[in-house]
C-alpha cells in the first residue's frame, strides 16, 4: 500500500522530447507537491497544488506544466526536455496545515540525453 | 521569504560518535519545524518534528529542540550506527501566505564507518 506512488522509477530520453511523470496518494491529502532535486541533493519546490486549485509556481519554465486531475493525482508534463532538465523529481503530498508533514514519493530519475 | 540554511557536509563519523547537524532558519510567521532523511535510492522521509518554541521532537535516538530565540532547530543523536547514513533535510513549514508551504535546506550526507 504505497501511500505516494510516482511513475516511472527512472526515465531516459533524448532533447527536445516531451515526456510525463504521474504522481497517486491515497492518504486522503488535499495538498501535492512537486519537488526537483539537483545532482547536490538541493531541494526545490516546484508546483505545489490544493483541492486541484494551482497554488504555489515557483520560478520554473514554462515547458513545466503540472495537472491535477483529481485531489489524489498531480502529473507533470515537461515539453521539450532540455539537458538541464536531468534530475530526480519527487512528488509529495500533505494534509496542507502548518504542522503537517509531507509523504514523498519514491522519485523519478529523469535522464537527458 | 523563509529560507533554511544547513551546515555543509559531508559529515563523516565512527559508529557511536556522537552526531550534531545545525540548521537555522528565517521565516515570515510562526512555523512547524522538521527533520526528514533520505537514504540511498529512496524518497525523503518525516524523522521528527516540532510545531512550537521549546518543543522537543524526537525519533529512533535523534532529537531537535525547537529554538525561536536562537531560530534554530539542530538535530543530534548520541551515538550513530552505519545505518543512520543518508542525507538529512532541516525544513520548515509555515502558512503565513495563507497556505501550507515547505522549504527545505540544502541537506546534509551523513557517513557513518565501522
Known amino acids: 500500500d504505497t501511500a505516494v506512488s510516482q511513475t516511472p522509477k527512472y526515465l531516459v530520453t533524448q532533447m527536445g522530447n516531451d515526456k510525463s511523470i504521474k504522481c497517486e496518494q491515497n492518504?486522503?491529502?488535499?495538498?501535492m507537491y512537486w519537488y526537483k532535486q539537483d545532482s547536490k541533493k538541493f531541494l526545490k519546490i516546484m508546483f505545489s497544488?490544493?483541492?486541484?486549485?494551482?497554488?504555489i509556481n515557483e520560478t520554473v519554465p514554462n515547458r513545466f506544466s503540472p495537472k491535477s486531475p483529481d485531489k489524489a493525482h498531480l502529473n507533470l508534463h515537461i515539453n521539450s526536455l532540455e539537458l538541464g532538465d536531468s534530475a530526480v523529481y519527487f512528488c509529495?503530498?500533505?494534509?496542507?496545515?502548518?504542522?503537517?508533514?509531507?509523504?514523498f514519493g519514491q522519485g523519478t530519475r529523469l535522464t537527458v540525453v | 521569504g523563509d529560507s533554511v540554511t544547513q551546515m555543509e557536509g559531508p559529515v563523516t563519523l565512527s559508529e557511536e560518535a556522537f552526531l550534531t547537524i545545525n540548521c537555522t532558519y528565517t521565516?515570515?510567521?510562526?512555523?512547524?519545524l522538521f527533520w526528514y532523511v533520505q537514504y540511498p535510492g529512496e524518497g525523503l522521509q518525516l524523522l521528527l518534528k516540532?510545531?512550537?518554541?521549546?518543543d522537543k521532537g524526537s525519533n529512533k535516538g535523534f532529537e531537535a529542540t525547537y529554538r525561536k530565540e536562537t531560530t534554530s532547530f539542530h538535530l543530534e543523536k548520541g551515538s550513530v550506527q552505519v545505518s543512520d547514513s543518508a542525507v538529512y533535510f532541516c525544513?520548515?513549514?509555515?502558512?503565513?501566505?495563507?497556505?501550507?508551504?515547505?522549504?527545505f535546506g540544502t541537506g546534509t550526507k551523513l557517513q557513518v564507518i565501522p
Open positions: 509529495a503530498s500533505s494534509l496542507g496545515q502548518l504542522n503537517t508533514e509531507a509523504f
Open positions: 492518504l486522503g491529502h488535499d495538498t
Open positions: 497544488y490544493n483541492n486541484k486549485e494551482l497554488i
Open positions: 521565516a515570515t510567521g510562526y512555523p512547524s
Open positions: 516540532a510545531t512550537k518554541a521549546d
Open positions: 525544513a520548515l513549514s509555515d502558512n503565513s501566505g495563507g497556505y501550507q508551504k515547505v522549504t
